[in-house]
């Protein structure tokens, strides 16, 4: 009987011009050189935006190492009809850094507004209006955060309100990872979330 081999085919290679979506599917088939350059790429600003969720230098570093655990341990998962990488990889980060907190005792950090994007720099020209706050608060401050009159009716906010924001909807997280994050009942967290909802649309009025 004649034996037939099937040759698997080998995933293309990979380089730093290589975008996201590559790389994860060569992390999916176990190339460590892809997760490499996924650390090198996204590590930098990883630390930035949780270093300002969190003041303990080495939770942060805790938490970069176990979200490039799981990248490579779940990479297979990714989908790019799901939204970029990137922003895939900061749900992970800032859910890592919430186990750490979690797992050390520490106290919550009180969330800030920032600038760095979680989507790794890219902007949308897409316009902001009052109307998009009423019609979907969620989707306008993804959007807009970084500039136009939302970003300015943003820094209007109070600490509080403002953390809140960030957290449910900026990083995604669900009401009880925020209130987790932020050392609060889940009520006060969507009070929060309502009240700075409202006041966005006072602002953009």
């Known amino acids: 009987m004649r034996r037939f081999l099937i040759r698997r085919r080998e995933p293309p290679p990979v380089g730093p011009d290589s975008n996201d979506a590559e790389l994860l599917a060569a992390v999916a088939a176990e190339r460590v050189e892809a997760l490499r350059i996924l650390h090198q790429r996204h590590a930098p600003w990883l630390r930035v935006r949780l270093a300002r969720r969190c003041s303990d230098a080495d939770l942060v570093d805790d938490a970069i190492q176990d979200t490039f655990v799981a990248v490579w341990r779940d990479a297979h998962r990714y989908r790019a009809q799901d939204g970029e990488a990137a922003a895939w990889i900061w749900t ?45 608060a969620e989707d306008a401050v993804l959007v807009g955060v970084e500039h136009g009159d939302l970003g300015a009716a943003l820094d209007r906010l109070s600490p509080d309100l403002r953390a809140a924001i960030q957290a449910t909807v900026l990083d995604g ?29 006072g602002h953009l009025a």
């Open 92 to 136: 992970i980060a800032i859910r890592r850094l919430i186990s750490a907190l979690r797992r050390s005792g520490a106290a919550p950090p009180v969330a800030a507004l920032d600038g760095s994007p979680a989507t790794g720099g890219r902007r949308s020209g897409r316009p902001i209006s009052a109307e998009l706050i009423t019609e979907s």
């Open 173 to 201: 997280l669900t009401v009880r990872e925020a209130a987790q994050l932020l050392g609060i009942p889940e009520g006060t967290v969507k009070t929060r979330v309502m009240r700075a909802k409202a006041q966005l649309r």
